[in-house]
């Protein structure tokens, strides 16, 4: 063999090396993203939702995803105090060395964590925390949920514009979102004439209260309606029962609220305590956009027909979204904090819920709200049809600089 024809089989060789090599590094980049959600205690029945989203967005935009792969590492926020989370997020991001935090439903977990995510210098993305100020506390944090403000404030105009209500009570759930439910609804709904008659903490997060005492101190007053936020799940469906259960509708007393009081995925089990309900929310599995026909076929397709997705899902899909996207634009170095949050800031989505976009100021979510009631269909089942849409609503908190919204100078 000619030492011409050694060299060319070496070259080939090294040639080959190299290039398996760059196949095998691309194919083997891989992305932690660490997710905190609380799989035990009283939001355990939100997080496989948020769990299901993740794994469709993953399947149904494997070719998207591509040269990337994603880990993705759970973390049990348990009780919704704050103390679990924080101490998942440092070991999330020391022990297992995630280039990604996200998560957090409850607004006490983001706020313990923000301290964390601001020292470890990693995007964090909030998929459900819904206490305004959260995004302040720390740079790194980008929100794809919902604040209680954006959803809340609409409420309070159109309970006096839509609803032609003059009096009102809010009953709320007593830690931070539930604060800001009510202050957003106070704030638009007496400045539009109305006036708040009467503000009752019902309970805590960590378990369902029994709402009857509180809401019989509502049928009490007779106001012309009752704001509730609750969050999500078990005591949503609470809500609506004793509501009902109290005769309140035939007192005279409309129940509105947030979207977290009829989440899709248990509309169905309220039967018709729920008819005639209005709520001011993000999402609803009834939307009528492309890209939420395809969300619920596709969900109902992994899932089985009887499973829908709620607003909690779609925040956890949005999130997952925002995770590939920065992950593109900083060409697989999203473990550089400040890189990923610039390259979501002005982010534009068709995200099932409609087009949403990214603040560039406040990294908070801007997104229509939909006026919405529930109704009875020819099916014999519940649906939310939109009486009205807002769109590109931003957070009313921030908008206002109202208390620790207000940027810092």
């Not at 005639?276 to 939307?287: E, F, K, P, R, S």
Request: one cysteine or more; proline letters at 6%; glycine letters at 8%.
């Amino acid at each position: 063999m000619s030492r011409h024809t050694i060299a060319v089989i070496a070259a080939a060789g090294a040639m080959a090396i190299a290039a398996g090599g760059a196949t095998s590094q691309a194919q083997a980049q891989d992305v932690k993203i660490g997710l905190i959600l609380p799989y035990t205690g009283p939001g355990a029945e939100l997080s496989p939702e948020m769990d299901k989203a993740i794994d469709l967005y993953q399947k149904l935009n494997a070719a998207q995803i591509k040269p990337y792969k994603l880990t993705i590492i759970k973390r049990d926020s348990k009780a919704p105090n704050g103390a679990a989370a924080k101490i998942d997020a440092q070991e999330l991001l020391t022990q297992e060395k995630v280039d990604v935090l996200a998560g957090w439903i409850y607004s006490p977990d983001a706020i313990a964590s923000a301290p964390v995510v601001t020292a470890g210098k990693r995007l964090g993305v909030i998929m459900n925390a819904g206490t305004a100020f959260i995004t302040n506390l720390s740079p790194y944090y980008v929100r794809t949920s919902f604040t209680l403000w954006q959803s809340s404030y609409v409420m309070g105009e159109e309970a006096a514009k839509y609803l032609h209500a003059k009096t009102a009570v809010v009953a709320y759930t007593d830690y931070p979102p539930g604060k800001d439910a009510l202050n957003a609804f106070k704030y638009a709904f007496e400045h539009n004439g109305g006036k708040v008659i009467d503000a009752i903490p019902a309970g805590g997060p960590e378990a369902t209260p029994d709402f009857t005492p509180f809401f019989q101190r509502v049928k009490d007053e007779h106001p012309n309606v009752l704001f509730v936020f609750v969050p999500a799940g078990d005591q949503a469906t609470a809500v609506v029962k004793t509501f009902a259960a109290l005769g309140m509708k035939a007192a005279g007393t409309q129940l509105i609220g947030t979207g977290d009081i009829v989440p899709d995925d248990l509309l169905q089990g309220m039967g018709e305590s729920a008819v005639g309900l209005i709520t001011v929310h993000h999402y609803n599995a009834d939307l009528d956009n492309p890209q939420n026909k395809a969300f619920v076929a596709a969900w109902k397709k992994a899932y089985g027909p009887d499973s829908t997705p709620n607003f909690t899902s779609v925040g956890a899909w949005d999130g997952i979204a925002a995770i590939n996207h920065a992950l593109h634009a900083t060409k697989g170095k999203i473990d550089d904090g400040a890189a990923a949050v610039k390259s979501l800031e002005g982010w534009k989505f068709n995200s099932p819920q409609g087009p949403i976009e990214i603040d560039p100021h406040t990294r908070d979510i801007v997104m229509n709200e939909y006026l919405d009631q529930v109704v009875k269909g020819s099916d014999g089942k519940l649906h939310e049809k939109v009486l009205a849409t807002f769109h590109n609503v931003k957070d009313q908190c921030k908008e206002l600089a109202i208390g620790p919204c207000a940027p810092k100078k």
